[in-house]
Each structure stands twice: as structure tokens, then as C-alpha cells.
């Protein structure tokens, strides 16, 4: 194991090990304007929502980790304090990559990079028409975490309208995952897509309270057969399983292997009878 302090690497070491290690990370495609209505447009994956009540959304274009020069977008919008989010999907992401090249200031990257411009309804900056959910802000505040290169700048955004592809949204009116096709950044020049075998479902227990780990059997806790993942879906069962469960699950499988057999309901999203059958 690798342990280190912040102050024994250079910033880019430590910016590398973060990005490396922290992610995906959600892409803000930001569409500002300066004091005299000049566009600008680039991407920041230092991003995400923090609030629904009121509607909150944080990004920070950090200073440049070889000039120390802050961005353009963080220029803008302490000189009009508002923005478009832009979320980022599949099908625009090269266009997206070419905006954060370091274009001069006063350059329009919606020319630069061949993205449609739309007028707000609320804010001056401009929506980008490719993006299926585009969020009108306000600049609630501007937080400067330092001056040297690679600092970071939290740009705290109150959403005041969203427009969404109605062709994105499921029966019940929601975002369909699996038709947003939204991609997310890693490190180095690595992106990730949140699409196809990428995406998976998991219940949470919002209102449900498992049993926890610690309150299986010894035999099954203790196995080195069963990965933590297993033993965290065995875990998330409400109750116990009663001896009659147990015995019926038993009876039901006494011609297979125990293990394989629980695993295998467990793969099929079937945990309590994996865990009546283990118990």
C-alpha cells in the first residue's frame, strides 16, 4: 500500500493519483457569457448536484495547473453570474473534448466547435441544443480555494429551469438511463459511458434496514467462498429466515451444491432464498 501526504507531491502527481482514483465524474458543459456578450463554452468534470431543495449545482474550473491562470469561465461569471449546464452524452463527446482546447479569450466555442446555440428563457448565456438536459442558473456564490495552479474554484449555481428531451424519459416520466447514453471522465484521457453492460440496477434501502452482516451465521460471514458483495446482499435481508424457510429451501435444492445453488439465486436477484438456503 502506497501511503503518502499531499506535501511529498508535485501538484501534478497529486492531481493525477485524484482524477485517477476518483470517478467517473459527471461532465459540466458550461455556457457563460462575459460583460459584453461574448460566449464561451467548456467542460469541467470537478462537478455535481448537492441540493434538490433548493436546487443546487457545484462545478469548479480550477486554475491552470501551468500558468496559474484562472479559467475563462470562471472569469464570466463573476462578471454575469449565470450559466447553462449542459449535461454530456455519447453522441457529443468529441465535439465537448475539442471546447476545452485553450482557446483566447473572446473566441466563441460554440463556432469552434460546431455545437447550436439556443436562447435561454431565463438567463443571457446560450443552451446547447445537442445536450438532452440543459439546465438554466443563477450564481449564487464563487469560492476561491487558492491562487496557485491547480486550485480549484467552486461556482455554487442555483438551477432556475430545466429543459429536457422528452424522448429521454421513461413511462413514468423519469430519466431513462439506459436512453440518455451520458458519459462521465477518469483519469488520464480515459472517459467512461454509462451504457449498455456498464449500467446495472441496485435497490437501495431507503426505507428498509437489512439485518446487516454481522448477524449471519459464523459459517456464512466467515466463508471464503462468498465475496463481500454476496455477503452484502445477504446482509440487506429485513429479517432472518425463519427454520421453516430454511428446511423448505433446503428440501427444494438437495440434490445441488449449497454454495453454487445460492450463489446462483443471488446472480439472479433472488437473496432471501440464497439466504434461507444457507442458513
Given amino acids: 500500500m502506497l501511503s503518502v501526504l499531499p506535501s511529498e507531491l508535485t501538484v501534478p502527481k497529486l492531481h493525477q493519483y485524484l482524477l485517477g482514483c476518483i470517478g467517473p465524474r459527471p461532465i459540466c458543459f458550461a455556457s457563460t ?7 464561451n463554452l467548456a467542460p469541467f468534470s470537478f462537478f455535481n448536484v448537492f441540493s434538490a431543495n433548493p436546487p443546487i449545482l457545484i462545478f469548479s474550473p480550477a486554475r491552470s495547473g501551468r500558468t496559474g491562470e484562472t479559467k475563462h469561465t470562471h472569469d464570466n461569471v463573476k462578471e454575469v453570474p449565470q450559466v447553462v449546464i449542459n449535461v454530456v452524452t455519447y453522441d457529443m463527446v468529441h465535439q465537448v473534448s475539442l471546447a476545452s482546447s485553450p482557446f483566447p479569450k473572446g473566441v466563441d466555442e460554440f463556432v469552434k466547435t460546431g455545437f447550436t446555440p439556443v436562447d435561454s428563457d431565463l438567463v443571457k448565456p446560450a443552451r446547447v441544443k445537442e445536450s ?3 439546465l438554466e442558473c443563477e450564481v449564487q456564490q464563487v469560492i ?18 430545466l429543459h429536457i ?12 438511463q439506459t436512453k440518455i447514453d451520458l458519459v462521465a471522465r477518469m483519469g488520464g484521457d480515459w472517459y467512461c459511458r ?3 453492460n456498464a449500467l446495472f440496477e441496485l435497490v437501495k434501502p431507503l426505507t428498509t434496514c437489512g439485518i446487516g452482516v454481522d448477524a449471519l451465521p459464523e459459517h456464512i460471514r466467515l466463508s471464503n467462498d462468498l465475496t463481500g458483495n454476496e455477503l452484502g446482499m445477504l446482509g440487506n435481508s429485513e429479517t432472518a ?3 421453516e424457510e430454511s428446511q423448505a429451501a433446503k428440501e427444494a435444492n438437495k440434490d445441488a451444491d449449497r454454495l453454487v445453488r445460492a450463489r446462483q439465486l443471488l446472480s439472479e436477484g433472488r437473496n432471501r432464498e440464497a439466504l434461507a438456503l444457507l442458513w
Avoid: W, Y
Avoid at 487558492?146 to 432556475?160: Q, S
Fill in 194 to 196: 454509462a451504457n449498455g
Fill in 33 to 39: 457569457v462575459d460583460k459584453d456578450g461574448n460566449r
Fill in 241 to 243: 429466515p425463519t427454520r
Fill in 144 to 161: 476561491e480555494l487558492g491562487n496557485g495552479g491547480g486550485a480549484g474554484n467552486l461556482i455554487v449555481c442555483r438551477v432556475l429551469k
Fill in 165 to 176: 428531451d422528452e424522448s429521454k424519459l421513461n413511462e413514468h416520466g423519469a430519466i431513462d
Fill in 132 to 134: 438532452p438536459v440543459q
